[in-house]
Nanobody
Framework: QVQLVESGGGLVQPGGSLRLSCAASGSIFSIRAMGWYRRAPGKERTLVAHITDGGITNYLDSVQGRFTVSRDNAKNTVYLQMNSLKPEEAAVYHC??????????????WGQGTQGTVAS
């Protein structure tokens, strides 16, 4: 199993910033793409940002230019820097990866999520 543990959520005012981190651990053989999804109350889970193991990134259109996804392959950690946050972006942010444990097959994994609240 690959365990994903997120951190960095919290409460910020509109226009503020949060930096999320997600560390993968376990008997990891390889980690492929890593990304962040969010689920706001009453809404479906949405891909926010994605980064391949080669560093190619992809963003939800509405966050382009404000959010930055990055990763540290040596630490099996992915980050999401979120700037100029809007109230409607308050959500639980989940880390996601596709990885393989030693002796295992490639599988998707999810973190428990970290709450990001944007309010005055």
């Amino acid at each position: 199993q690959v365990q994903l543990v997120e951190s960095g959520g919290g409460l910020v005012q509109p226009g503020g910033s949060l930096r999320l981190s997600c560390a993968a651990s376990g008997s990891i053989f390889s980690i492929r793409a890593m990304g962040w999804y969010r689920r706001a109350p009453g809404k479906e889970r949405t891909l926010v940002a994605h980064i391949t193991d080669g560093g190619i990134t992809n963003y939800l259109d509405s966050v382009q230019g404000r959010f930055t996804v990055s990763r540290d392959n040596a630490k099996n950690t992915v980050y999401l820097q979120m700037n100029s946050l809007k109230p409607e972006e308050a959500a639980v942010y989940h880390c996601h990866t596709v990885g393989r444990v030693v002796g295992g097959r490639l599988e998707p994994y999810w973190g428990q999520g970290t709450q990001g609240t944007v309010a005055s």
